[in-house]
């Protein structure tokens, strides 16, 4: 049995066991191996999938999106193998590798300055709206505000963690940034069993956790930064801010100690998940979801204390062994 596309294998991915400190079982689930690098292979390709049922998005087209990375290079994934021109506008923070990518799947990349807000004109969201006025025959997921983003994670990663775990898990974390994974997915478990927990992680100094004032901050990929409908709070059980400091930590906790390399924002989910970690008991069973990998973050040096530059070893020699060791 084969996939007929690259397409045809997103998802089922694997769910593995952490050994933490506690005596509830802990599984994360990692979104890092779909075939585009994250957990945004599902709701972009639903997404795409829904506008070309409704005639939004027509053969020949320009796929058009804002992105802080990964949604950007699963459009276009999406796009190369679909047929379709992608423009994708991102903010400078945007990690260099995760630039690199985008250009490497063909499509055309639009750095715009960092901004506090999303509605500023110059903000690589307004730059995206700007440039589908501009472009005929274009279609723009706009995951910020569309719901089917949310709906992508309902029907694509909600049942297959229901599946995975027998429809034991009785906790879920995800981070929350367009809040698609964690509404969509939380929503599927919750209409399943209504006594499930989620848990959102929410960049401590975004929009939404400073009341309207942020404060620049490190994370990629999460930070309410702004009103949207895609983020069902009903659905959510509990927003649990979290810091650079600590999502950054625990980078190097999941390589150097579970063999886990992952991005910032799966850093930020795992400090999440030590917050509350104190609460669970025996019996539950948790949920984390790991999105994207920490290859696509090299470039920022969070994962050590050195400066990039490979350094050439002389001769090994019993000394030199003895002082590694």
């Known amino acids: 049995m084969y996939a007929k596309t690259i397409l045809e294998a997103i998802g089922n991915t694997p769910l593995i ?7 509830a079982t802990i599984l994360a689930k990692l979104e890092y191996l779909n075939p585009g690098g994250s957990m945004k292979d599902r709701s972009a390709l639903y997404m795409i999938q829904q506008a070309e049922k409704k005639g939004l998005l027509k053969p020949g087209g320009t796929i ?9 290079i699963a459009l276009a994934m999406i796009g190369a193998s679909k047929g379709y021109k992608v423009i994708i506008t991102v903010s400078k923070k945007c990690s260099k ?3 690199q990518t985008l250009q490497a799947y063909g499509a055309q990349v639009v750095v715009c300055p960092s901004t506090d807000f999303i509605e500023h004109p110059d903000s690589y969201h307004s730059q995206a709206v700007a440039l589908l006025k501009s472009t005929p025959n274009s279609f723009m997921p706009n995951q910020y505000f569309n719901i089917e983003n949310a709906n992508g994670h309902y029907a694509l990663l909600g049942p297959e ?3 995975q775990t027998e429809g034991k898990i009785t906790h879920f974390f995800a981070g929350t940034g367009t809040g698609g994974t964690v509404s969509g997915a939380g929503r599927y478990l919750k209409d399943q069993n209504p006594a499930i ?3 959102g992680i929410d960049a401590a100094t975004s929009f939404h956790a400073t009341g309207g004032h942020p404060q620049p901050y490190k994370i990629e990929g999460i930070g309410i930064d702004f009103d949207s409908d895609v983020i069902d709070y009903e659905t959510i059980t509990e927003l649990v801010n979290v810091g650079d400091t600590e999502a950054l930590a625990m980078l190097k906790t999941l390589a150097h100690e579970h063999g886990i390399l992952v991005g910032p924002s799966s850093g930020a989910v795992a400090a999440g998940l030590m917050q509350k970690l104190p609460t669970l008991k025996k019996d539950d069973l948790v949920v984390i979801i790991l999105g994207d990998s920490g290859r696509a973050y090299l470039s920022k040096n969070f994962y050590s204390q050195e400066d990039g530059d490979v350094q050439v070893s002389p001769r090994i020699t019993d000394q030199t062994v003895q002082a590694i060791l």
């Open 17 to 23: 066991k952490l050994t933490l400190p506690t005596e």
């Open 64 to 72: 058009i999106d804002a992105s802080s990375g990964n949604h950007g």
């Open 97 to 99: 590798e995760k630039y």
């Open 161 to 163: 963690i229901w599946r």
């Open 197 to 199: 927990k989620v848990y």
